[in-house]
């Protein structure tokens, strides 16, 4: 019991942690920032597609991921309402929450912190940097944007605790269908039309596109999750 607690806490607090420390340290200047943000564009929509991909399979799986990638719309376009940087927020709370539980899940179904490795690397990975670039696209609408960016790591290990137990009995499609719905919400609605507003000219429209491929193809190496 103890063995499995213990690899289960330390499962929640690598991307936590992690997560966190990048919100509050990982700040870099200027165009190297903006090439992060373009970067993390890219990652987060084929990690979302990605995630699309494995809902594949009978009719009721479909059903699930579809019903879990409506929910997430739904929820996200009502928090979204209620404040300029909301949709920002909270496509990254519901990022982390399906992430969490799905990582928990699979941790209850794998049984070991190594075989459970493949996955939660590239999902550490993708929280630092979308973490770092939450961050800054907040910045400038809210002074408060760390603080709300570290509550998005917590809700990460929480959810990954949660998810232990949870994954028993929720659908693992409708999580699936859900998480990818917040990446893409992320990506495409709420990262590219800013990422694209802030460039001035053609060598930062270059730049920009080469970062936003960059991550694509990152994403594509990683496997999504």
């Given amino acids: 019991m103890y063995m499995k607690l213990s690899v289960l806490l330390t499962t929640a607090l690598i991307p936590s942690l992690l997560m966190g420390l990048s919100a509050n340290f990982l700040q870099l200047s200027g165009e190297y920032q903006n090439l992060l943000e373009s ?13 699309l991909h494995d809902i594949e399979g009978s009719s009721s799986t479909m059903t ?9 719309l739904l ?18 709370y519901f990022d982390s929450v399906s992430d969490g539980v ?6 209850t179904k794998l049984g070991s912190l190594k075989n459970v490795l493949p996955i939660l690397i590239p999902m550490t990975f993708e929280m630092i940097i979308t973490a770092s670039s939450s961050v800054s696209m907040l910045g400038s609408q809210d002074s408060m944007s760390k603080q709300e960016v570290t509550l998005a790591a917590v809700l ?49 429209e270059t730049k920009t596109n080469v970062a936003i491929f960059s991550g694509i193809l990152g994403g594509m190496f990683l496997g999504g999750h």
Avoid: Q
């Fill in 39 to 51: 970067f993390t564009t890219g990652l987060l929509i084929v990690s979302g597609a990605f995630l």
């Fill in 102 to 107: 799905l990582l928990g899940t699979m941790l």
């Fill in 75 to 92: 929820f996200i376009n009502i928090v979204s309402s209620y404040g300029e940087s909301g949709g920002i927020l909270s496509s990254l």
């Fill in 64 to 72: 699930m991921g579809i019903f879990g990638f409506i929910t997430a």
């Fill in 156 to 204: 990460l290990g929480l959810s990954i605790l949660l998810g232990s137990y949870l994954g028993r009995v929720i659908n693992k499609h409708f999580i699936i269908g859900f998480g990818a719905a917040a990446m893409l919400w992320l990506g495409l609605c709420e990262f590219t039309p800013k990422v694209l507003k802030a460039v001035k000219s053609k060598d930062e």
